[in-house]
């Protein structure tokens, strides 16, 4: 009796070792690819797949709906279709997200050893491109036909973003800020100089300042730079305690879905 008490205490032990030192976005459940329609962007010689999901409010409800681009990181990149689904969009599936707002979330997968950005992310700078990445062109072109088809309200695009994805969307409100109402950065960064373009753009900022990959001077830079330009719906939350995996810390923000989702542009 008593080995085997030993035994189970021995168990519990690593099971709690596993749930501390385990990021819970590494142990949390891919959703089922089945909600989403497949797609593919051809535009000449490049192919962007990407995913589309119509919440619950969308599907059964009257109302235009709004339309949500996350911008997945670089461990998720390929041509599967699938693995873009492995970190945080667990989040806006969540019921009382999905029945409570009309949203189209539109879910790229850049393809292997591409980028949103051309920049090394370790850098603690870079200077915005001439011109976008295929893959971010690939994006937008998306919204924009979403857009023209009436898919979509016009009004009420978002962008959101981790790690590489975050990068993605620093470039695209620097070269489209009339597109989004309103944005999400978690560890990511973009270049100051164009802060003037998105200083009028709704944003929340993530980071870790433990994070080991990507500065969180990145993140810090760019809050600096809006501030600096009294932009009014600037949020900048940092957590002491995490590194770069603080991306479902970030989504489980009290009130978050209610501030992106009540953004439209003027």
């Known amino acids: 009796m008593q080995l085997n008490n030993n035994r189970e205490a021995r168990l519990l032990s690593l099971l709690l070792f596993f749930f501390i030192l385990v990021p819970s976005s ?3 459940q891919m959703p089922d690819s089945a909600l989403f329609e497949r797609h593919l962007h051809v535009e000449g010689a490049d192919t962007l797949p990407y995913l589309l999901y119509r919440s619950d409010a969308a599907v059964h409800g009257e109302a235009q709906p709004s339309l949500v681009v996350f911008l997945h990181g670089a461990g998720e990149r390929g041509n599967d279709n699938c693995q873009q689904l492995r970190h945080c ?3 806006f599936l969540a019921d009382t997200v999905t029945a409570r707002y009309p949203f189209l979330l539109l879910l790229p997968q850049c393809p292997e050893n591409q980028r949103w950005v051309n920049t090394d992310w370790r850098l603690g700078s870079h200077r915005m491109e001439e011109t976008p990445t295929p893959q971010l062109l690939s994006v937008m072109t ?10 979509i309200d016009s009004t009420r695009s978002y962008i959101c973003g981790i790690s590489m994805g975050a990068f993605g969307v620093w470039d695209a409100l620097q070269r489209h800020p009339e597109t989004f109402a309103a944005a999400i950065a978690i560890c990511g960064g973009g270049d100051p100089a164009y802060a003037s373009r998105m200083k009028d753009i709704p944003l929340y ?5 433990r994070d080991k990959l990507v500065k969180p001077l990145r993140s810090r830079q760019m809050y600096r ?7 009014k719906d600037l949020h900048y939350i940092h ?11 970030a989504f489980s923000t009290p009130g978050l879905f209610q501030w992106l989702f009540s953004k439209q542009k003027q």
Do not use: E, M, Q
Request: charged fraction near 20%; include cysteine; aromatic fraction near 8%.
């Open 205 to 209: 900022i993530f980071h870790g300042d």
């Open 225 to 231: 730079a809006l501030k600096n330009l009294h932009s």
């Open 89 to 91: 969009v667990s989040h």
């Open 239 to 249: 957590y002491p305690d995490l590194g770069h995996l603080c991306w479902d810390r």
């Open 26 to 28: 590494a142990r949390a």
């Open 142 to 151: 998306l919204v924009d036909s979403l857009k023209n088809t009436g898919a």
